[in-house]
């Protein structure tokens, strides 16, 4: 499951192998991929910086090189959080929300300590979504109970995404950058119940249009 190198641990999962082979891809295109990446690495956030705005105006190629330089730092926080039968479903998850991060990361704000912040609204995410699982079929209230049941559906729907997968929706149009930050708001980074009546309906009609588009792409 697990492939050691010179520089880190890796998680062989789906997602990995396709980031992987993408970045094959743009080392042939970009000999100083890899020296972008090391600075990264070495704590190069106004490169990181770059790569984001980037990724935000719909440069796959830019989210790809971002994740795979912060691709040690998510593996390291898998493997110390995580038990190793769920190593390559989390690393996939991780992959998926890093990307949601990226495209929904101020990229105005000074760029100090950039990789942490994005490494750990990414396990924010992880472990809220975690907790929510835990959490919907507790006894709470009417309103509270509606709210945990409504979104699992649409939970089940992100889940199947790879990061790769929702960059080519938002770049196909299917849904635009402010909807996925609605939507992210409204998964990962509230409680339920907190999300107002046009938050939910924004996040909603993100998810339907995600649900169409996928089923389009099939």
């Not at 972008?36 to 956030?45: D, L, P, Q």
Request: charged fraction near 30%; aromatic fraction near 6%; charge should be neutral.
């Amino acid at each position: 499951m697990t492939r050691y190198t010179e520089r880190h641990a890796s998680i062989d999962s789906p997602g990995t192998r396709r980031l992987a082979a993408e970045i094959q891809i743009l080392r042939r295109r970009d000999p100083g991929l890899d020296g972008t990446v090391t600075a990264i690495r070495s704590g190069g956030n106004d490169t990181l910086r770059a790569l984001i705005a980037s990724a935000q105006h719909g440069d796959t190629d830019a989210a790809a090189t971002a994740i795979w330089a912060l691709l040690p730092r998510l593996t390291a926080i898998v493997m110390s959080r995580q038990p190793t039968p769920r190593w390559r479903e989390a690393m996939d998850d991780y992959l998926t929300l890093a990307y949601l991060t990226l495209i929904d990361v101020d990229v105005t704000a000074p760029p100090n300590f950039l990789s942490d912040k994005l490494v750990a609204r990414a396990r924010r995410r992880y472990e809220r979504a975690e907790h929510r699982d835990v959490t919907e079929h507790r006894d709470t209230d009417a309103l509270s109970r509606e709210e945990a049941r409504q979104p699992s559906v649409e939970d089940e729907a992100l889940a199947r995404l790879a990061w790769h997968d929702l960059a080519d929706a938002v770049r196909g149009g299917a849904v635009s950058p402010e909807g996925w930050s609605t939507l992210v708001r409204v998964r990962f980074q509230i409680a339920p119940g907190e999300a107002s009546a046009r938050e939910r309906q924004a996040a909603h009609r993100a998810m339907r249009n995600l649900s169409a588009w996928m089923c389009l792409a099939a």
